[in-house]
């Protein structure tokens, strides 16, 4: 039992120490470094030509390659993390005596001992002294004023908070990593891309690896993409709808830097494109002579009716070498192997524009545009916004508050009243240095406020 | 008068306030001293003019935005920044003696963004992911901060050169005995890390909020961000050491340079370094 508790001791020990805080600071800076030489989300193929087998094999080992997210890392930022709450916790308490600390009893010994510290002599009588000097500090400080044998004891102070407020740093710190946990568990991020006039009603997570539904539909009613004078883009904007049950819920603008949300789901404008729509081919069947008008739909199979070819738009080039877009189309035809070619729009003559014995002309075709969102539910934004404000307002008060007191007694003297006082601060040692030389200043200068306005 | 010709002739109103900040600090003339900072409040009034007109322009073009969009434009107000801070030092504290370091490094700066062929100094229209006032924000304080660590960093040179040379005899004649006394120096090397570490949060929470609202991620470990954490991290460190701790002298005069130097990787080096490995380096 005493083996065990000494050993959970050393190690409360060591997570108590700042020694350890600025161990870890030093290797989480000194290891960030290598993820940002090595690039993230590599192939293992790039990475076995750029590094060769050997280095290749220790990027795989330690992770490096997506480092950020490796174990060794979030052991790092775990026990980051511990380090953190257990100084603060085992300060904590030490800071709320210190707070409390001070109201004891006083003796002009121990005041005079302080590093500020200064006597003044009023030639007021003591009650109208302790009056004057109330009033005067009552402006700038809370005081506790204590009536004791033959006079007055004061405590006075400023910028209690500035001593808390490194705790409220901490747990800042806190509700950013709390937060981006938040995120990781219960969100998640996609893409989708939408043609004009299309709709969606599932999202694809990962690079397509998985589908999500999104539980109602946003159709994109208009694309529109305005430039420069340079050339360069000025606006990309998607005017949006979401549908439910095929009713029209609200509408919606989407901007970069202008995201919209529905549901707690989040969509940003990211990219755009255009493809090919309402496409109508003519088809001519070299063998029978058998000709047929048809529409079909940009990348997706259909069956040419009243046969059982099968026949697929697949792709789209606006320039094919030179000679105006061409269509990519496969087709498969009973008995036949499936086949496929690029057909150009603009020369119908052309004599490649054939499958196999199918020759095909593109009649018309138009082109649209499809918008790219990205897909983002997060949770956690909220927490880290709030660990955000917290953090950057309790720092302020850390760095630039300081916790300033003043201890006063007050005695009666033959032909008025003795002052001791002793001053102490947390920080910022030059400044309270000035703040203390003037306060004196002003104490031995009530004697003359009470002369002329009393 | 065009705005960049305003800005190339504040740089050699920089060479002479360095000029001026190095030759009284060489031969003990305060007049000089003095003379340095008018010039260089001079300056930094006439580049802050500089930056309006260019403000200015940009509305005239058609396409207004504040200039702080593109890599000239942050090295203008970087080197504004630094002399703006290194000033409102010296307006406090009293020590003319440092000029020389804050405004060599303005005019090299403002000498490089003016003159450089591979710096592109015509106002361009902004992109889409850039309209953002979280973008303007995010600038002002992350170079503010960079300002405080780089005379933070200015400072801890300052200290090394003074703390390697302990001698007591013929203090008058040696260069380092002009150098302030090296409290003053771990005092002033302080004030500016806590001035710079909190732009520096500002600058890095800005950043992440406008991240979010262009592109729905407040992280993303790219190099840029990851650097600025780094850099983050290194300060974190010595404001620990130093509060906690107790570490003064040295090791922070060692801290505050090493700090500068993630300072400067996180500005420069990772847009000219790192940029061919990174597909999404902006």
Redesign the interface.
Known sequence: MDQKSTIFDRIYQVFASVKLSLFLFGTLAATSIVGTLIPQESTVEQRLREYGPKLSAMIELLDLADMYHSWWFKVLLGLLTVNLIVCSLRRLPQTLTLLRAGNQTMDPARLEKMRHHGRIQLPVPLPESQRLLAARLGRRYSCQWQEREGGWQAVAEKGRSSRLAVYFVHLGVLLILGGALVGSIFGFRGFVTIPEHGAADRIFIGGKQQVLPLGFAIRCDKFTVDFYETGAPREFRSDVSILEHGDMIQQAAILVNDPFTYKGITFYQATYGSEPSNIILQLKDLTTGAGRRLEVPFRETIMIPGTKDRLVVMDYAENMGNHGPALFIAAAREYQQPASAWILVKQPEFHGNRIGDLAITVESFQNSFYTGLQVKKDPGVWVIYAGFSLMLLSMLLALYGSHRRLWLLLDHASGGTKIILGGHSSKHQAAFEREFTTLTQEIADLSAYRNTHV | MSSSLVLSLVTFVYLLAALAYGTGWLFRRSVLNRCATWISWLAVGLHGAGMLLRWVESYRMG?GHAPLSNFYESLIFGAWSVVLIYLLMEARYGSRELGVFPLSLAFLTMAYASFSPNVESKI??L???L??NWLIAHVITCFLGYAGFAVASGLGILYLLKGSNQQPDNPGSDIRARIPSIQTLD?LMYQNV?FG??LL??GI?TG???A????????S?D?KE??S??TW??Y??M???RL??GWHGRRIAWLSIIGFS?VIFTYLG?NFL?SG??SYAR
């Open positions: 396409f361009q229209p992109i889409p992911a309209k953002s005092e806590v570490f909190l949060t500002v929470i992440a909020v406008w979010n609202s262009a592109w729905g991620s407040y992280w470990w190099p990851t650097w954490l780094i991290l290194v974190a460190l404001l620990h050491a906690v701790r993630c990772v790192l490995l990174h």
